[in-house]
């Protein structure tokens, strides 16, 4: 029987000394494998702790890719131990307005007044 382990336990383990990820419900230690990723450690390690399913079947894997993931499988992840994702609606925090912002367009108006009134009385002579 392979070992059992929660979402929260392999989101542990997201650096290039541990790395676990998670790809099809199994649990792999891929932290050997690293410097041998063809795509880059950056790949890895940035779906290190996480399911990298989607990832890993977008990629288009070769059969090789997929027998050699066996060798770095420790076992399954509890599916019931998945992080549940909101579904309530929660509105971001309204901004403050401090004393200077709310004057509409004057602080940009009396600026382009001023650049007008110089150009016409530069150039109108």
């Known amino acids: 029987m392979s070992k059992i382990f929660s979402f929260d336990e392999v989101s542990s383990h997201k650096t290039s000394d541990s790395l676990w990820m998670i790809i099809e419900g199994s649990v792999y230690d891929i932290t050997k494998f690293i410097s041998d990723h063809p795509g880059g450690e950056e790949v890895l390690l940035e779906l290190g702790g996480l399911d990298g399913t989607e990832a ?14 066996k060798e770095y499988l420790i076992g399954k992840v509890d599916p019931d131990s998945k992080p549940q994702k909101k579904t309530t609606y929660e509105p971001l925090p309204s901004k403050e307005k401090s004393k200077d912002a709310g004057q509409g367009l004057l602080p940009v108006l009396v600026p382009l007044a001023v650049i007008a009134a110089y150009a016409y009385f530069k150039y109108s002579s």
Do not use: P, V
């Open 56 to 69: 890993f079947e977008d990629i288009g894997h070769s059969d090789g890719a997929r027998e050699m993931l």
